[in-house]
């Protein structure tokens, strides 16, 4: 089993970025699909889940209106696209899968909001 993240990177305040997850998980749709983060010295908070069909998006508050979550089942992916974001929003983003009592993670992509 193995999640894999990309997409984070260094980006200016205002910015956008969109991180993508691939899932070798089966089967992928199965799978409630969340983004948290984790900020130095922080706790890991949720960003955004997704439930296994798309059907349902919930946010946490830290991104809520800026961030969209999405995912295509058929590539085994779930996406987080982020905009305006600010230098609060620096972080490692990690992906989780979540189905009955099956939980796993991604090692996470470092996002830096930097001038």
């Known amino acids: 089993v193995q999640l894999v993240e990309s997409g984070g990177g260094l980006v200016q305040p205002g910015g956008s970025l969109r991180l993508s997850c691939v899932g070798s998980?089966?089967?992928?749709?199965?799978?409630?699909m969340s983004w948290y983060r984790q900020a130095p010295g922080k706790e890991r908070e949720l960003v955004a889940s997704?439930?296994?069909?798309?059907?349902?998006?919930d946010y946490g508050d830290s991104m809520k209106g800026r961030s969209t979550i999405s995912r295509d089942n058929a590539k085994n992916t779930v996406y987080l696209q982020m905009n305006n974001l600010e230098p609060e929003d620096t972080a490692v983003y990690y992906c989780?899968?979540?189905?009955?009592?099956?939980?796993?993670w991604g090692q996470g992509t470092q996002v830096t909001v930097s001038s």
């Open positions: 989780q899968a979540l189905w009955q009592q099956l939980t796993y």
């Open positions: 997704i439930s296994g069909a798309g059907g349902r998006t």
């Open positions: 998980i089966f089967p992928f749709s199965s799978y409630a």
